[in-house]
């Protein structure tokens, strides 16, 4: 997570940790994602059905988590 953004938040800057979430239930993987997009500081890079699935975009969208 050393590579983490920052971003300004009410005036103070705070890192923005970039996501890459992988889930193979799309129903919780859309909830995971809309919960994460409203918080701050958070931000959704990508979105994969599975970790085989991510290891690509991950490699490209440089995530600090997947």
């Known amino acids: 997570m050393g590579r983490a953004r920052r971003t300004v938040l009410d005036g103070r ?15 919780v993987r859309a909830g995971l994602v809309l919960i994460l997009r409203s918080a701050p500081g958070i931000d959704v890079v990508g979105e ?15 995530p600090d988590w997947c």
């Open 13 to 27: 800057r705070s890192p923005t940790i970039r996501v890459l979430v992988a889930e193979d239930r799309s129903a």
């Open 48 to 62: 994969a059905a599975d970790g085989r699935e991510a290891v690509a975009p991950a490699r490209e969208l440089r």
